[in-house]
Each structure stands twice: as structure tokens, then as C-alpha cells.
């Protein structure tokens, strides 16, 4: 049974940082793409950064572009989102899902079918 497991979330003041993990682990075969989403209080989930394989590369979303980024270890089954210069418009639950399908290239969180459980970040002012 595939699992996805986050870890790395906390509470900081606006400008510090934060690094999030997340392992993916009870699986076979090759993961396809992992990526990280996140969902504020009354908002949809929205996509944050996402490796992508087969040639899909890396992703971020405009709002993390110069100030996340995203990594992956050599075994490709644990990913990485540093976040620096946060902001309180940040704070939101951040989620890992990953997928073995070729689909999930869209970056949609509809097309990612493991996720992990969250983890909280929290920016204040």
C-alpha cells in the first residue's frame, strides 16, 4: 500500500523559513511525478511545485517562483519543498502527493491519487 508521509511544517514570522519532506514509500516501480499542493482556510487546493519525469521537468506555481524549491533525492521517493521568505499570505496546510501515472503531468491535484496527511505551515506578521 503506498503511503505518503510529510513532515517539516511549523509556525515563523513573515521573511523566515521552513523546509518540508515527504517520503513516499510502499510502492513498486517508478513514481511519475511528486509534487506539493496547498489549501488555505475557505480556499481550493492549489498547486505549489512538482517534479515531473519523462522529460516533465520542474514546476512552480507564480507565487513560489524566486522564493521555494523544490528537491528530490537520488532515489526519487523522498521530495523536498524549502520555502524562504515566507509570507502570511503562505500560511496554509501543505499537502505531498505523488503518482505513478503519466497523467498526473497536468499538475491538477485531480490527477494525483496518493497523498500524504499535511502539514501545517504557519506565517505570522
Known amino acids: 500500500q503506498v503511503q505518503v508521509v510529510e513532515s517539516g511544517g511549523g509556525s515563523v514570522q513573515a521573511g523566515g523559513s521552513l523546509r518540508l519532506s515527504c517520503a513516499a514509500f510502499g510502492y513498486t516501480g517508478s513514481i511519475y511525478c511528486m509534487a506539493w499542493f496547498r489549501q488555505a482556510p475557505g480556499k481550493e487546493r492549489e498547486g505549489v511545485a512538482g517534479?515531473?519525469?519523462?522529460?516533465?521537468?520542474?514546476r512552480y506555481a507564480d507565487s513560489a517562483k524566486g522564493r521555494f524549491t523544490i528537491s528530490q533525492d537520488n532515489t526519487k521517493n523522498t521530495l523536498y519543498l524549502q520555502l524562504n521568505s515566507l509570507k502570511p499570505e503562505d500560511t496554509a496546510m501543505y499537502y505531498c502527493?505523488?503518482?505513478?501515472?503519466?497523467?498526473?503531468?497536468?499538475?491538477?491535484?485531480?490527477?494525483?491519487?496518493?497523498w500524504g496527511q499535511g502539514t501545517q505551515v504557519t506565517v505570522s506578521s
Open positions: 517534479i515531473y519525469n519523462g522529460g516533465g521537468g520542474t
Open positions: 502527493a505523488a503518482d505513478f501515472r503519466s497523467t498526473c503531468r497536468s499538475g491538477l491535484y485531480k490527477d494525483f491519487r496518493y
